[in-house]
């Protein structure tokens, strides 16, 4: 048996709940909330725990998620506890500080070739203060309101990215990724949704869209953080009009992005554009890497979401008929009762790190 006796900051609030988070089920899997420990009268908060003598992991404390792990004095971010059993004892733990600060706001940021501003979230994996050489691939995400924060995401239900990615990247299933949220703006609709040529076409902002993320954010990304630039190391994803647009960049840009997420993807759209087209210029598929996946209740009802199904399903059989292996070149995901909102995302985001960065 061992015991972790936790001693937390001053300013930690008396309610708050700490927990343990490490490898292996027993200290959580690295899930944020992973192992609960019981405040005592000392002011410490303990647990008890059954491990194997010769049992070495790593560990840190949280406050039950991921912005609010235990950091050095100065609030920088702290290498994970090394532990070692070698028999029954008490593991004594002294936390120094919380929060650290892994996302990087940028408001208002201006494209030269879209009039609305936006806000670029940068979220900053474990890793990347205590590796100062390393370069680290990117992925750039749409709706970027939604992914991480509740007082921006639509109904205050986030994807959580930033909690999904550093549960997968500390579990070592994924390697350490740098995510970007790309917010919408009023003109969501015409900057996701591309049209043929046509009378509508006037109002299709996609391609200035695609021009703002290639050469504008892009290149911003690259000279501020330490990115690997190159195609096979830069991701390009969303959901719903996001999953659209992302397989458009995708085949756009085939030297740019190498890797693609199309989430619950609307192809639907201009009388189902991208599926009639996807045979046209089509050797992006050769270079790219495709998560697709879609919910069999996408509409609140199955009978509803056939016809949805079977759009992404046709997608994917074209893939299959282009030569790319299912498995390797892309991943086609249909989830039984999943609907067209951000907790069904959320629920298989870490399914999409595995598999367009896992080993």
């Given at each position: ?162 909690e999904v990615a550093e549960r997968e990247v500390r579990a070592g299933r994924v ?45 911003f990304i690259d000279a501020c953080y330490r990115t690997l630039p190159e195609p ?128």
């Open positions: 048996m061992v015991e972790f006796a936790v001693r937390v900051p001053e300013n930690t609030p008396p309610e708050q709940r700490v927990f343990l988070a490490g490898d292996g089920p027993v200290l959580g899997d690295w899930l944020a909330a992973g192992v609960p420990l019981e405040p005592q009268p000392d002011d410490t908060h303990r647990a008890t725990l059954t491990l194997p003598d010769g049992f070495r992991g790593r560990f840190l404390v949280t406050l039950g998620r991921w912005r609010a792990v235990e950091t050095d004095e100065a609030g920088r971010e702290r290498i994970p506890r090394e532990l070692q059993i070698d028999g029954p004892r008490v593991i004594e733990v002294h936390v120094r500080g919380w929060n650290r600060k892994s996302i990087d706001y940028h408001p208002d940021y201006v494209s030269h070739f879209l009039p609305h501003p936006r806000t670029v979230s940068v979220w900053l994996p474990p890793g990347y203060d205590l590796e100062p050489e390393r370069q680290f691939p990117v992925f750039y995400m749409h709706d970027g309101q939604n992914l991480f924060d509740a007082h921006t995401a639509f109904a205050g239900d986030p994807w959580r990215a930033d390697p350490p990724v740098i995510i970007v949220g790309i917010a919408n703006t009023p003109d969501r609709i015409n900057e996701y949704g591309a049209r043929r040529c046509g009378q509508k076409r006037a109002t299709d902002r996609s391609r200035d869209y695609g021009r703002f993320i290639v050469e504008d954010l892009k290149p096979e190391h830069t991701a390009v994803g969303g959901s719903s009009m996001g999953g659209l647009i992302s397989l458009h960049l995708c085949k756009w840009y085939p030297n740019v992005f190498g890797l693609c997420a199309a989430m619950s993807p609307s192809l639907w759209w201009d009388r189902e554009y991208f599926l009639r087209n996807v045979k046209v210029s089509s050797e992006w598929l050769d270079r790219c890497r495709v998560w697709l996946d879609v919910g069999d209740c996408e509409s609140g009802e199955r009978s509803d979401s056939v016809a949805t199904v079977r759009r992404v399903r046709r997608l994917a059989q074209l893939f299959a008929k282009r030569g790319l292996r299912a498995g390797e070149r892309f991943r086609y995901l249909e989830v039984s009762g999943a609907t067209h909102n951000e907790a069904a995302w959320r629920a298989r985001f870490d399914q999409v790190l595995r598999f367009l960065f896992g080993t």
